[in-house]
């Protein structure tokens, strides 16, 4: 009886998989671009107020400056804050300052999740470096479990991955008594005569 062949859905299952990984990190990439963004131009321009000019084209059409005053909100505590003004051709000044921390937030984030491959690439080096030695390291092991073959001097006993050599006598037969043992069963069924088996025997005790 012949069955009837059904179609293989892994290849859809898995395309539906990739497709969901690649909009996790792409989501993943556009928030981690917009936080670390929103970092350098709000917290960085507080701190460094040149870094929120770079949005000084979008929102000025004169020039772009920062006012900084200190003020006090504890007896002995003193805190800055920073403003953006637009300056007029005519000396007039506007406040730009939610529009500033805005569009420059915006711009930082825009670069970083277009250079994210860029930047990315010494954290993918170090990663593949370590994944390489990692996988070193479990072949070093694995290999360590691995019974080497059996010789006739030696075996090896893995523990915990530690080859432990155990050294064994030669299972050849030849002791010393064995050998004399031989001979004298040879010279009793008259295979060798005496004088053979007294030079034989004084060889092999030459041996100890």
């Known amino acids: 009886m012949i069955g009837k062949e059904y179609p293989n859905p892994n290849p859809v299952k898995k395309a539906s ?14 928030v981690i671009s917009l936080f670390m963004g929103t970092m350098i131009g709000v917290a960085g321009g507080a701190l460094y107020p040149p870094l929120t000019h770079i949005a000084a084209p979008i929102i000025c059409r004169g020039k772009l400056e920062t006012v900084s005053s200190s003020y006090s909100y504890k007896p002995g ?13 005519d000396g007039s ?3 730009v300052t939610a529009r500033g921390l805005f569009f420059s937030s915006f711009i930082y984030a825009t670069a970083l999740f277009a250079l994210w ?6 954290f ?14 479990a072949q070093d092991k694995l290999s360590g479990l691995t019974l080497s ?13 530690i080859r432990i050599k155990v050294r064994q006598p030669a299972r050849t037969a030849d002791t010393i008594e064995d ?10 069924v ?14 092999i005790l030459s041996e100890l």
Not at 17 to 30: E, N, P, V, Y
Not at 117 to 122: I, K
Not at 128 to 136: F, N, T
Not at 179 to 188: N, P, V, W
Request: with cysteine; hydrophobic share 40%; net charge positive.
């Open 17 to 30: 998989w990739l497709r969901a990984l690649r909009a996790l990190s792409l989501t993943m990439r556009l």
């Open 149 to 161: 073959e059996t010789t006739t001097s030696s075996w090896a006993w893995p523990v915990k991955g």
């Open 124 to 137: 993918r080096y170090v990663l593949s470096l370590g994944a390489r030695r990692v996988g070193s390291f």
């Open 179 to 188: 050998r004399i043992r031989e001979l004298a069963r040879l010279r009793d």
């Open 93 to 95: 000044r506007q406040p």
């Open 77 to 89: 505590q003193f805190g800055v804050t920073r403003e953006l003004f637009c300056v007029g051709d």
């Open 117 to 122: 491959p860029l930047l990315m690439m010494p």
């Open 190 to 203: 008259g295979a060798i005569t005496r004088e053979d088996y007294e030079a034989r025997k004084r060889e």
